[in-house]
């Protein structure tokens, strides 16, 4: 019996695939500028919520202002200076976090310009301590500063990169549960400077490596953790060094602790 033979007609079967082809474009297109202005919303949004909340927050800081000033006067106030402190403390947090928003919806929207200034690496990292020393003396804890000798300039945002390395050590105290030390790291590499924060705490779970970058992402936290954020503090650090080179990494260990480095050029 003979085979019966069907005559395949490519040219169309050709079109049949690119109607269909076309069709899948177009709605993809479609989900893309939706996506895109649901992005813009939310980076409006942000915008509008940060500025709404820098007024009370200055009413707040002035009110404490006063508040000091009399518990410095009066001597019989001197038992609320610890509560006072407390919310200066939450303050500074909070002005760091309006600071963030501000910033991470400035970078997603394309719209945050670099501000490099040469600096001496060993002044700036020492200001960094400096400025977090409190953080440190309070936690009980060390920061101790390690850089080549010599380690050239380099070229960075600073205000950007300071607060950086801030988020890093605030993310090396809250999983520093057993050992005092955090250390500082600057070394020469090539063309650029290794910027390190090194921590001996409770380490992160290889399946978490990747998700502690993402926005609003964490890892679980340990019960003896003194961990206290809100998800956005490595998300702003990967935002803020992909901008001045590589991105940041991180290298860590269960059970003893990790590092957290970035790159940034160094200044021949």
Known sequence: MPVLQQKI????????????ADKEIKQLK???KKL????????LLIDFVVHDLKNPLSTIEMNYEIINDAIEEDGSLQKYSGVNSLIKSQIIRMKGLILE???ISRIEGSRLQLNPV??????FLQSIVEENAGLIKNNEMN??????SPVPDV???EA???RVLANLIVNAVNHSVSSPEIILHANKKGKRVIFSVEDFGTGIPKKDMKKIFEKFGQSPKNKNEKRENHGLGLYFCKLVTQLHGDGIKVKSTEGKGSTFSFSVPSVP
Request: proline letters at 0%; charged letters at 35%.
């Open 9 to 20: 007609n490519y040219h169309e079967l050709f079109e049949g695939q690119k109607m269909e």
């Open 30 to 32: 479609k989900e893309i």
């Open 36 to 43: 895109k202005s649901e992005s813009e919303e939310m980076r």
């Open 101 to 103: 928003l501000l910033n």
């Open 118 to 123: 040469t600096v001496n690496t060993h002044e």
């Open 143 to 148: 920061l101790i500063l390690k850089t080549d």
């Open 155 to 157: 070229q960075l945002d």
């Open 160 to 162: 950007l990169i300071r």
